[in-house]
């Protein structure tokens, strides 16, 4: 079975600090996401990696950046955190190229900034 | 206009009925299609891939009309352990789209 790991299923942060959140794949998986999601909004994707070392914005980048120096990990980083940063965000992985393109979740970090 | 659209709902059935649930996508260059399930404050999951040709799991069928742009969701013989909300995912490219959720709650 396919495993996204994300380090923290909780954290609560301070406005103004910069903020750390990993995600570990374990199925070799090149493409890899961050996304938020709130109450009514749906997900809504921060930003995307497809290989190791590159990124591209989603629809909600601004806030946020990423980092891949390894495949199997991609973290997102608040730089400096906002109270409109308090959200559930979820980390994906999937395998492009293939037949159905499946994309695996995390569990989720809850993050509050207060 | 959203990529993905959905009814929102709420949908709440009593148990053993059959409920259906529509998604509309805007690009025609879309190439794969999903139904997400996810339970409140988890993560989503997989609940089945889309075909054109339409596609069933044990009480679950999916459908896919290329042509009017939508995807379907039926579940038959509602059970309680069906309560979620169901996402309407589509793939183009390297990116997914999701609609909102649609949320059923199954009363006894």
């Known amino acids: 079975d396919v495993k996204v790991t994300q380090s923290s299923r909780y954290l609560v942060k301070r406005t103004g600090e910069k903020v750390f959140l990993e995600c570990v794949q374990d199925m070799d998986h090149e493409n890899m996401f961050w996304y938020r999601q709130d109450p009514g909004l749906g997900l809504r994707l921060i930003y995307f990696s497809y290989d190791v070392k590159m990124k591209e914005k989603g629809d909600i980048p601004e806030g946020y950046s990423v980092s891949r120096e390894k495949k199997e990990r991609f973290s997102l980083i608040l730089e400096s955190a906002s109270t409109n940063q308090t959200s559930m965000y979820l980390c994906a992985s999937s395998r492009p190229g293939t037949n159905q393109n499946i994309q695996y979740f995390g569990a989720g970090t809850r993050l509050s900034v207060l | 206009r959203k990529e993905v659209e959905q009814d929102p709902g709420p949908f709440n059935v009593p148990e053993g009925a059959t409920v259906a649930f529509n998604c509309t996508y805007s690009n025609s260059a879309s190439q794969s299609f999903f139904w997400y399930r996810q339970d409140c404050r988890k993560e989503p999951k997989l609940l089945m891939s889309v075909y054109s040709s339409g596609n069933e799991d044990g009480r679950f069928t999916a459908q896919l009309n290329r042509a009017s742009q939508y995807i379907s969701l039926l579940i038959r013989d509602s059970k309680l352990s069906d309560s979620a909300t169901y996402l309407c995912?589509?793939?183009?490219?390297?990116?997914?789209?999701f609609g909102t959720g649609t949320s059923l709650t199954v009363i006894p």
């Open positions: 995912v589509v793939n183009g490219g390297n990116q997914f789209y």
